[in-house]
């Protein structure tokens, strides 16, 4: 299903094909001239209302590395054992390399899955030790 802004393209586009100015056809579509403007450009440069890929660092684990970190993820025994840390201990991509315990724990939480977090102690002073005594 087509996002909001992809059917607001689609009608610009529609209308590009008249001669109709930008500011007309923004005030019939209820955009800005500058949206129907930038709609122009990718049509006439890409002939294609679909967004350029962006840029940016490249993911450190492949789809496959994704679903078998996932499965071996499954495979740890529950309790105490089952900590991210266990997991990047044992856990490496199909090119050897290893992969941190945080970029573990995102690619679980991306497909849903969690592993057990210690529980944090509050840090209690001497002083106030002796109180709860």
Same mark, same amino acid.
Request: aromatic share 2%; proline share 5%; hydrophobic share 30%.
């Given at each position: @299903?087509? !996002?909001?802004?992809?059917? +607001?393209?689609?009608? +610009? #586009? /529609?209308?590009?094909?008249?001669? @109709?100015?930008?500011?007309? +056809?923004?005030?019939?579509?209820? /955009?800005?001239?500058?949206?129907? #403007? ?34 071996? /993820? ?5 309790? !105490?054992?089952?900590?991210?840390? #266990? ?12 992969? !941190?315990?945080?970029?573990? +724990? ?5 497909? *849903?899955?969690?592993? *057990?977090?210690?529980?944090?102690? #509050?840090?209690? /002073? %001497?002083?106030? %030790?002796?109180?709860?005594?």
């Amino acid at each position: @299903m087509p !996002s909001k802004y992809e059917k +607001i393209r689609l009608k +610009i #586009a /529609s209308y590009l094909r008249t001669d @109709m100015t930008d500011t007309a +056809i923004a005030k019939e579509c209820g /955009s800005s001239p500058a949206t129907v #403007a930038r709609v122009r450009k990718l049509v006439e440069e890409d002939c294609t209302l679909k967004d350029k890929p962006r840029s940016g660092r490249p993911h450190r684990l492949t789809p496959r590395d994704e679903r078998r970190l996932c499965l071996a /993820s499954k495979k740890l025994p529950s309790g !105490s054992g089952g900590t991210a840390a #266990a997991l990047v201990r044992e856990f490496r991509t199909a090119d050897g390399q290893r992969v !941190s315990r945080q970029t573990a +724990i995102r690619t679980l939480k991306k497909h *849903h899955l969690r592993l *057990h977090t210690k529980r944090k102690r #509050a840090v209690h /002073s %001497k002083k106030n %030790k002796r109180k709860r005594s």
